[in-house]
């Protein structure tokens, strides 16, 4: 007999696979049990319904890029490296599991609009990423990086609405750009934001 978070991960597991094939509003419970091998009992007893199963599958297939570009020293020092590393991944062709998440995340912005309680998930989600990029961003004028003048709550904007653009990009199978140009223009508009008293890199 599976223990309580096996259960809670085959649910959620199962969760993901059909709110990505079916949508929110056509994503039944039932369907979700079936697959997952268990009865709707099982859902109702640790979720209080799909919106809350849709918040678990989102969380369960994103990743937070800034942790793993952390984790892996992607950056050379100024923690505005980390914006321009981050910036560049965007158009890096992305997993299965990632894929899923943004196709997850798609759901859940147009849920959004006529459920509340998905709207305050979604929001919750967003302001999270939002908070942590603002926290690297500050520090980043700490660290004489990103010139102090740059409003952080307009850069941390700017940056969610590249992100989200591509994911709509992405479920239109619209070409993203080719890495090496994209890359060429996040460093042009990064150094852009750097403090005038600093010197090129390489000097």
Request: charged residues 30%; hydrophobic residues 40%.
């Amino acid at each position: 007999m599976p223990d309580a978070d096996d259960t809670r991960a085959r649910l959620v597991e199962a969760a993901a696979e059909v709110f990505s094939e079916k949508g929110y509003d056509g994503a039944g419970v039932q369907e979700i049990a079936r697959r997952a091998g268990l009865t709707t009992g099982a859902i109702y007893g640790r979720f209080s319904g799909k919106a809350e199963l849709l918040r678990e599958a989102i969380h369960s297939r994103s990743t937070d890029e800034l942790d793993e570009l952390f984790a892996q020293h992607q950056f050379e020092g100024h923690l505005s490296d980390v914006i321009r590393v981050a910036g560049a991944h965007l158009v890096e062709r992305c997993d299965e599991d990632e894929h899923t998440g943004n196709a997850l995340l798609l759901e859940a912005f147009v849920a959004a609009r006529r459920d509340p309680e998905i709207r305050v998930a979604v929001k919750g989600l967003v302001e999270d990423r939002a908070n942590r990029l603002a926290e690297i961003i500050e520090a980043a004028k700490a660290d004489g990086s990103i010139d102090h003048g740059v409003d952080t709550d307009a850069a941390v904007r700017f940056c969610h609405a590249v992100g989200l653009g591509f994911l709509l990009y992405d479920a239109l199978e619209i070409d993203l750009p080719l890495p090496q140009p994209w890359e060429q223009l996040i460093n042009r508009l990064v150094q852009s934001m750097a403090a005038t008293n600093q010197p090129p890199k390489g000097d």
